[in-house]
């Protein structure tokens, strides 16, 4: 079945440290991914997309993403995190070119150790 | 910078009792979008709609459910006989074409029932 994995439920870091946070999907063509954001009491943000070229993308707040076909992964990082990075984080597909849905994987929670 | 507008951040409400949940999209966006996030779960699509009419839905959006854009400014999700179980974080979404391109979420309104 086409799904979404995030296998990390809770992660957490000290600040400074350098984060990675995991995605597998499981399409049959290369979909659209993304990675969103949720702080406490915000709405989802997007960090980066990735739709096709360059496998590694930039996005906001110094996140990257690096998209590996060969292993079905699209995992976020950051070299060096910030408190304010506490959050939810969230991968998405897009299953195909013109999808009217995303598809969410289950979220990362981040915590931040001072 | 535009934002999608969501109206009551919580709401809570009798069982069996009607809801109206509200947002505000973007406003030269043309597709909309519903989706939930019961404590604990996934972010779950529940409708996609453009050109004043559902484009896709979820097998979630039964017949309890309904989406409307009364004013073409407002964009509205109905729950007429709320249940426990539609408890859950409730999102909208616009983006200014298909899903294959950046989807702007709000802030999310919270419906409990009690």
């Known amino acids: 079945a086409q799904s979404v994995t995030q296998p990390d439920i809770h992660i957490t870091v000290s600040e400074g440290a350098s984060l990675e946070l995991r995605c597998n999907y499981s399409?049959?063509?290369?979909?659209?991914l993304f990675w969103y954001v949720q702080s406490p009491g915000q709405g989802l943000q997007l960090l980066l997309k990735?739709?096709?070229?360059?496998?590694l993308v930039q996005g906001i707040k110094g996140f990257e993403a690096e998209f590996k076909r060969s292993q079905s992964s699209f995992n976020l990082r950051k070299p060096s995190v910030h408190w304010s990075d506490a959050a939810e984080y969230f991968c998405?597909?897009?299953?195909?070119?013109?999808?009217?849905?995303?598809?969410f994987g289950q979220g990362t929670r981040l915590t931040i150790n001072p | 910078e535009p934002e999608v507008t969501q109206t009551p951040s919580h709401q809570v409400t009798q069982m069996g009792q009607e809801v109206i949940l509200r947002c505000v999209p973007i406003?030269?966006?043309?597709?909309f979008y519903w989706y939930r996030q019961i404590l604990g779960q996934k972010v779950e699509f529940l409708v996609s709609?453009?050109?004043?009419?559902?484009?896709?839905k979820s097998e979630i959006f039964d017949d309890q459910f309904s989406v409307e854009r009364p004013d073409g400014s407002n964009f509205t999700l109905k729950i007429r006989s709320t249940k426990l179980e539609d408890s859950a974080m409730y999102f909208c979404?616009?983006?200014?074409?298909?899903?294959?391109?950046?989807?702007?979420f709000g802030q999310g309104t919270r419906l409990t029932v009690v």
């Open positions: 998405a597909v897009a299953p195909f070119q013109g999808a009217q849905k995303l598809v």
């Open positions: 709609f453009y050109n004043n009419e559902i484009s896709e």
């Open positions: 990735y739709f096709s070229g360059d496998t």
């Open positions: 399409y049959g063509a290369t979909p659209y």
């Open positions: 979404a616009s983006s200014p074409d298909r899903m294959n391109t950046e989807a702007f």
């Open positions: 406003s030269n966006h043309l597709y």
